[in-house]
């Protein structure tokens, strides 16, 4: 070996890894490493994944947890601040608002004008791209929500929130990411919780596709899991076990 090819196998042994990027990290289920790779970062790209990040560890939480949704939020604000383009931030800020609503109850959400900041978020993201599938999919599940919790009337008149805009976003999703499994598994917590009795064909459906998807991501796997948990429920005829896994996993309290 020549003295240049000495040097240089030396420098590649002592070279330091690549760090892993705070996308990586989320992909890889590290949640905790993501946040903090994407705060350094202190670009909006690098907040939203801690954003994302953060919203993942309050999903795989056994009860409902506020802090971990704040500090989402937070970095989800911080990423906006930094850039009101990111549309990946303003759909993590909206669906950060959409679980908080749910532990502080309907009327404390919309006293705090939950639900209205929420859509103006996700509005002010698709003027942005108008085919980005986690905004129309984040869109599509806040105007069924709306309607579930507050009737077909009330949300249209108060909201202009109705079931067929919602189904459509829905759809427009899909069509830009068929395989998406985090998208699918919202949509069926979605339908289940609005009317399982009637959506119930359709749930097991959506179900079954998120299950023999691959995962992407380790929270995917996570979904994948949790969706295989509702499709066993719904396979033993299991009702209330059923509507407790489905209370569980939309984070209500």
């Not at 899909?174 to 917590?189: G, M, S």
């Amino acid at each position: 070996m020549t003295r240049l090819a000495l040097v240089l196998a030396l420098l590649l042994v002592a070279a330091p890894a690549a760090a892993d990027t705070p996308y990586e990290l989320y992909a890889a289920g590290k949640y905790e490493g993501a946040i903090r790779a994407g705060s350094d970062a202190g670009d909006a790209p690098g907040y939203a994944t801690a954003a994302r990040a953060a919203m993942a560890i309050a999903a795989e939480k056994a009860v409902p947890c506020m802090e971990c949704l704040q500090r989402a939020e937070k970095l989800a604000r911080k990423a906006i601040t930094v850039d009101g383009r990111n549309v990946a931030a303003r759909v993590y800020l909206a669906a950060t608002l959409g679980y908080e609503a749910r532990i502080v109850g309907l009327m404390t959400a919309k006293m705090r004008g939950y639900p209205d900041e929420a859509k103006a978020q996700l509005d002010k993201a698709l003027s942005i791209d108008a085919d980005d599938p986690w905004a129309l999919a984040a869109r599509g599940g806040w105007n069924v929500e709306v309607v579930r919790a507050g009737g077909a009337f009330l949300a249209s008149m108060i909201y202009g929130a109705t079931l067929k805009a919602g189904f459509a976003d829905f759809d427009k999703a899909f069509a830009v990411e068929p395989d998406n499994i985090a998208l699918r598994y919202q949509y069926a917590l979605s339908l289940s919780a609005l009317d399982i009795e009637t959506y119930r064909r359709k749930v097991e459906d959506v179900l079954r596709k998120v299950v023999k998807t691959k995962p992407q991501t380790e929270y995917e796997n996570f979904a994948r899991w949790r969706a295989q948990e509702l499709v066993d429920a719904l396979r033993d005829d299991d009702m209330p076990e059923f509507r407790r896994l489905l209370k569980r996993d939309q984070g209500y309290p």
